[in-house]
């Protein structure tokens, strides 16, 4: 079982900065998928950026490309999102996420339904 802990969040002017922080439980840095959501308020969650087990591969969405950068420090049992030039259009409510075999089991690493370990959550506003 794994546990997720995001912190980091709060409120950021347009074109700030923030950092999203997600400590795990366990050492998932050489077997999981782990990955960042986002929900805003009246729209599904969405896929913001995956790193793959060792750090081999990461994915990003096209909304976020060139500015969030997804990282994990494994001695830390960390996972990080360094998020550049925000917008307002970046607000809402992050989520850590893993899974040992998205990929493997067929899933997508955008989709939501592919992973079984979440944390609570940590709220982004930019304005």
């Known amino acids: 079982h794994v546990q997720l802990v995001e912190s980091g969040g709060g409120s950021a002017q347009a074109g700030g900065s923030l950092r999203l922080s997600c400590t795990a439980s366990k050492y998932t840095y050489s077997r999981y998928f782990m990955a960042w959501f986002r929900q805003a308020p009246g729209k599904e969650r969405e896929g913001v950026a995956t790193i793959f087990p060792r750090g081999s591969t990461t994915y990003y969405a096209d909304s976020v490309k060139g500015r969030f950068t997804i990282s994990q420090d494994s001695a830390k049992n960390t996972l990080y999102l360094q998020m550049d030039s925000l917008k307002p259009e970046d607000t809402a409510m992050y989520y850590c996420?893993?899974?040992?075999?998205?990929?493997?089991?067929?899933?997508?690493?955008?989709?939501?339904?592919?992973?079984?370990?979440w944390g609570q959550g940590t709220q982004v506003t930019v304005s």
């Open positions: 996420a893993a899974d040992l075999d998205v990929i493997g089991s067929g899933g997508s690493w955008y989709d939501p339904r592919w992973y079984y370990y």
